[in-house]
Every structure is written in structure tokens, then in C-alpha cells.
């Protein structure tokens, strides 16, 4: 079975863009979360989705958007771009909200000049 | 490569020995424990889980223990190999958080010929 696909690998935008970031679950899983990881904060919840609909959020501006599709595929958007946006930024897909492990995909690294 | 964190503490190991990777979590209403483990340029890739009810768990060459009473969580791994160097996370799931993990900053482990 295939992992979590994340597109692009890699992203350079200026301060002010916006950019969006594509990610693929794993077959039959329909919870997407999106995480970003930086050396300073480290990993960092940023929202859920699940059945098309956002059911949780993180601690992030409201630059940062996402949705999902009716086949769980999801994308995030980060709009106005900042420096200190440059990080990392993880999918995970699981097959249920909670109590069952997210598998990670190998991330979108962005950065922001 | 990609540096997932700059000041990590660091666990180095000799081939062979086992190795103790610990992590204190912040939640007493956590629920449900994960230990990762992040290569570098990759994502997080889950190694063993466990429920607040259980306080042992064991994987293939892995264990991972759970202390609730000082919110304590351990990972343990046998025999171990330069294949095990990596980075490794805990993250926990705040009951009815769903799969918005709260992830601890990690720990380097270094396994030495």
C-alpha cells in the first residue's frame, strides 16, 4: 500500500506569496492532518480534516487554510507569506479520529524569502 | 540534510546495547501515547502506540512503557543497531483531541559501531 504522497518536495517563495501545498493519504483513510515542524518550535499541530470539513484547529493564523476533497485528498494554503513560515510542513492521514496512528508523509520543505 | 532540531538532547549507544529513549508528557487527561522516530529529510514514521489503560506495550525489538502517575512515557529498543539512529518523538492525544498530537521535543539517539 502506498504512504502518504506530499507535493512539492521542496518550495521557495518570497514574503508576500501565497503558496499551496498538496498531500495524498493512504488508501481508505479519511482523517488528514497537517503539521509544521521548525528546529525552533518543533512540531506543531496546525488542523484536521475529516469528511470534507475541518474538525479541529491549531494555534495558527488565519493565513493558513486547507481543505479536503471528497476522495481525502487534502491542501493546505498559506497566504501573505512570511519568513518565519519556512519550515517543514507534514501530512499525516489516519483511518479514524483517534486512537489510531498517523502515518506521516516526508513533508513539503518551504522557504520563505 | 535537513536538521530536524539543532539542540536536541542526545542518547549515544553502543551497537548491540539497548537503548532507553524518555519522555515526559504534559496532558493527565492524554489518552493515547505515539513514539515516532524522524530520519533525516523524512517524516515521522510511527513505531509503536499505546492506550492510557494499558502500561506496556510491546513491538519487534521495541517496548514502550507508560507511567501515568508521573506522566511518564519510555521507549525501549533491544539490541540496537546504526539503523536506529534517528531522531525520536512521543506525542500525545489529549482525550477527545481526536488526532491533534502534542508532540515532545525529541531526542537524538546515536548508535556507535
Known amino acids: 500500500k502506498a504512504g502518504v504522497t506530499q507535493t512539492p518536495r521542496y518550495l521557495i517563495k518570497t514574503r508576500g506569496q501565497q503558496v499551496t501545498l498538496s498531500c495524498s493519504p493512504i488508501?481508505?483513510?479519511?482523517?488528514v492532518s497537517w503539521y509544521q515542524q521548525t528546529p525552533g518550535q518543533g512540531l506543531q499541530f496546525l488542523f484536521e480534516y475529516f469528511s470534507e470539513t475541518q474538525r479541529n484547529k491549531g494555534n495558527f493564523p488565519g493565513r493558513f487554510s486547507g481543505r479536503q476533497f471528497s476522495n481525502s485528498r487534502s491542501e493546505m494554503n498559506v497566504s501573505t507569506l512570511e519568513l518565519g513560515d519556512s519550515a517543514l510542513y507534514l501530512c499525516?492521514?489516519?483511518?479514524?479520529?483517534?486512537?489510531?496512528?498517523?502515518?506521516f508523509g516526508n513533508g513539503t520543505r518551504l522557504t520563505v524569502t | 540534510g535537513e536538521s530536524v532540531g539543532l539542540h536536541l538532547p542526545t542518547l549515544s549507544v553502543q551497537e548491540g546495547d539497548n537503548s532507553i529513549i524518555n519522555c515526559a508528557y504534559s496532558?493527565?487527561?492524554?489518552?493515547?501515547f505515539i513514539w515516532y522516530k524522524q530520519e533525516s529529510g523524512k517524516g515521522p514514521q510511527f513505531i509503536i502506540d499505546?492506550?492510557?489503560?494499558?502500561d506496556k506495550r510491546q513491538g519487534q525489538r521495541v517496548t514502550v512503557l507508560l507511567n501515568k502517575t508521573v506522566k511518564h512515557l519510555s521507549l525501549q529498543i533491544a539490541a540496537t543497531q546504526p539503523g536506529d539512529s534517528a531522531v525520536y518523538f512521543c506525542?500525545?492525544?489529549?482525550?477527545?483531541?481526536?488526532?491533534?498530537?502534542?508532540f515532545g521535543a525529541g531526542t537524538r539517539l546515536a548508535v556507535h559501531p
Open positions: 499505546i492506550r492510557s489503560n494499558m
Open positions: 499525516a492521514s489516519s483511518l479514524a479520529r483517534g486512537g489510531s496512528p498517523l502515518h
Open positions: 506525542a500525545e492525544t489529549p482525550s477527545g483531541g481526536y488526532n491533534k498530537l502534542i
Open positions: 488508501s481508505g483513510h479519511r482523517s
Open positions: 496532558n493527565s487527561a492524554s489518552d493515547y
